[in-house]
């Protein structure tokens, strides 16, 4: 569910400003309440960075201080540089510890449905492949993160959400709306995701199973051992389905097989934070008619791996956090399942290696960060890219990659930010260049404004702009039906934004307006008065206008309804967006043409019971755009409504739950022809001890 997150980091009082590097804050004139966050936004989150841990109690004179000052002063991440949420002019939704245990999901993807500006479009359960996009964007057009580390393939965001952790192992999702290059570089042209793994404050392991319908069976595990100054933590999954679709042949073609490892570690002492990761995930899993109509038995295999190494310093008037990173994706897919003498599987392999470094320091006239990032993306593939001039051999075959791509995108970033007692100013830009199509150094620029004109009370407003280069595929795929442009322009957008947001007692809301402008945005597209066989081609659309209105509130009704103990949490939210194009008559689009005109989100929580609570999800999503059905004929989406409803049992060492998602059996489609599951029981059990 979509909540702005007003958390609370274990705090640092600096009362003597004039003396301290902090000295900015003395023009408030009064003792302020910081968090202890890292400079970085999203791109370089860690899990202590926006921590959910209250005050300590036994400090009552700290307490009532807070008080007098207000939640507002309480940093959060959505800038370059760390600001108090008083002062910050973006929204992050962030879904929380709370939010994922709670929520009757299987996988991430699962998980993200609740952010009412995010649109989750499956083409198979348990992750086997879902388009997650923001802000009626497409999947190609948002930033992918692992504890602060871009993971996004340039091949496609098709498989962009293979992440090596099972979802009882996140700490919390943090998702920013809007386009964001000066904080995040590029590719995160209407936002970004940010995936944050738990570390125990001391020595662990759990371990979980649970099984389901449609021969779902899911365990794993994980051990954490803490010592002094030193952390180190492996965790392991496996999740298995038979799918709940069979091909006209009777065999199934939705089934999945997948598992998951992956290792974290760190150091930290008084001077200086160290942490490093390293994770793999493979799946396999039925593509029944993902990439055509005419064939129901396609099949595609995933590999990826995952390495990153972060650190940080915590003394000095100079902040500074280098990371460094390599990921390798490898792809399979079999047109025909099992059966390369009908038609050659597909192979690609990418490797991703990156590093940057990103800084802030206070003077007089503020706080300024500075970052820079360099990221390589070389991809090597049996049919996209530019003939190799060295053919490589393909493991476990006799076949060779015949074709590549490299490119290389270099990343200046600057921002500085100017604080007054009720009012924040924050400006910055990203330069970038890209070694592919020879492209030029080019800038985009951003500006945040907020003022608090009242107690709990904030209003907004901001421009940015970002830009998203074109994937592989976009630029190369050329086979199945589909015709490839290989200049494609990289896609460009600017956007306008202002909303309020509020937080009192037992309450938080905010609403928000938006305009976004897009330039050379990249779609596949087909003519349909050329029937049914009509080739998909990718070509820049052209210049889009959209505008949008998102609203989410929050009821703490244990607070509000003191004498009752049954109603916990409730928690509403809606999107809406109206997009403006010109020239579609007679246009199929799979994905610009196609957006969630209309959302809603609601979820309860409920405490039935000493130890049993139930917690129930309603999602309502009315898509606009349209599909080819077998018969060749045009259909539109129509609206649905989905409810999924939680039951479980906890105690400290244990806990026992029942899920069910699709209570009311609706047969529904996030994309096309291809439809998604009924009813679908899940059970499970969850151990845990300290060592």
Request: charged share 20%; with cysteine; hydrophobic share 35%.
């Amino acid at each position: 569910m979509k909540t702005v997150q007003f958390n609370i980091n274990e705090p640092l009082r600096f009362r003597h400003f004039s003396r301290k590097g902090y000295a900015l804050f003395s023009s408030l004139g009064k003792e302020v309440l910081i968090g202890v966050l890292s400079v970085s936004t999203l791109t370089y989150a860690k899990a202590q960075g926006i921590s959910t841990n209250p005050l300590p109690a036994a400090d009552t004179a700290a307490t009532a201080r807070e008080q007098a000052v207000g939640l507002d002063e309480v940093i959060v991440t959505a800038t370059r540089a760390p600001l108090t949420i008083g002062r910050q002019a973006r929204m992050v939704t962030v879904l929380d510890r709370s939010d994922i245990a709670a929520a009757p999901v299987q996988s991430v993807n699962d998980l993200l449905k609740y952010a009412a500006g995010v649109d989750v479009r499956q083409r198979g359960p348990i992750g086997a492949q879902t388009d997650v996009s923001i802000r009626g964007g497409n999947y190609e057009q948002i930033t992918i993160m692992l504890n602060g580390i871009n993971i996004c393939d340039p091949q496609t965001g098709h498989n962009a959400f293979d992440v090596p952790v099972d979802i009882s192992e996140i700490e919390r999702i943090e998702v920013l709306e809007g386009p964001a290059g000066r904080v995040y570089g590029t590719s995160s042209l209407l936002g970004a995701v940010n995936i944050v793994t738990r570390t125990p404050q001391a020595s662990s392991a759990d371990v979980h199973a649970e099984g389901g319908s449609y021969g779902y069976l899911a365990a794993g595990g994980r051990v954490n051992a803490r010592s002094g100054r030193w952390n180190n933590q492996l965790s392991a999954g496996y999740t298995r389905s038979d799918g709940y679709s069979r091909s006209k042949s009777g065999a199934l073609n939705a089934d999945y097989r997948g598992g998951k490892a992956f290792y974290q570690g760190n150091y930290e002492d008084e001077q200086v934070r160290v942490k490093w990761h390293a994770g793999l995930s493979v799946k396999g899993f039925g593509s029944n008619t993902f990439y055509g109509l005419k064939w129901d038995e396609q099949y595609e295999h995933t590999l990826k791996t995952f390495t990153a190494l972060q650190a940080e310093n915590k003394q000095g008037r100079l902040h500074i956090k280098p990371a460094v990173y390599w990921n390798r994706n490898e792809d399979r897919f079999e047109l025909f399942r099992g059966a390369p003498e009908k038609y050659p599987f597909n192979y690609h392999r990418t490797d991703v290696m990156g590093i940057n470094l990103n800084s802030y320091f206070d003077w007089a006239l503020g706080r300024t960060a500075i970052g820079a990032e360099i990221r390589n993306e070389d991809l090597i593939s049996g049919n996209l890219g530019e003939p190799l001039d060295h053919p490589k051999h393909i493991h476990g075959t006799d076949r060779k990659y015949e074709y590549g791509l490299n490119r290389t995108n270099t990343s200046l970033m600057v921002e500085h930010n100017v604080l007054l007692e009720r009012f924040t100013l924050s400006a910055g830009l990203v330069a970038v260049k890209n070694s592919w199509s020879d492209m030029g150094m080019k800038v985009y620029p951003g500006v945040d404004a907020t003022w608090r004109f009242a107690r709990g009370w904030n209003v907004f407003a901001s421009f940015n702009s970002s830009l998203r280069m074109p994937s592989v595929t976009e630029l190369y795929y050329a086979v199945g039906g589909h015709k490839a442009d290989k200049h494609l322009k990289p896609e460009e957008l600017s956007a306008v934004e202002a909303g309020v947001k509020y937080q009192g007692e037992g309450v938080r809301g905010s609403m928000s307006m938006y305009r976004n402008h897009f330039r050379n945005l990249i779609d596949w597209v087909r003519d349909t008065s050329l029937g049914p066989e009509a080739e998909w081609e990718s070509r820049n659309f052209g210049r889009i206008d959209a505008w949008g209105l998102e609203g989410n509130l929050t009821l703490d009704l244990h607070q509000l309804l003191p004498g009752q103990r049954t109603l916990r949490q409730l928690q509403l939210a809606y999107s809406y967006i109206d997009q403006q194009q010109k020239e579609t008559n007679g246009i199929e689009s799979k994905y610009v043409l196609e957006y969630l005109r209309n959302k809603v989100v609601g979820k309860l929580r409920l405490n039935l019971l000493h130890a049993v609570n139930m917690d129930v999800a309603y999602r309502y999503q009315d898509r606009q755009g349209s599909y080819t059905n077998a018969d060749g004929n045009v259909r539109n989406y129509h609206p649905y409504s989905v409810v999924d409803v939680r039951l479980s049992w906890a105690k400290p060492a244990f806990e026992v739950y029942a899920e069910c998602n699709n209570l009311t059996n609706h047969r529904y489609t996030d994309f096309g022809t291809i439809p998604q599951p009924g009813i679908w029981f899940v059970a499970g059990v969850k151990f845990q001890a300290t060592l």
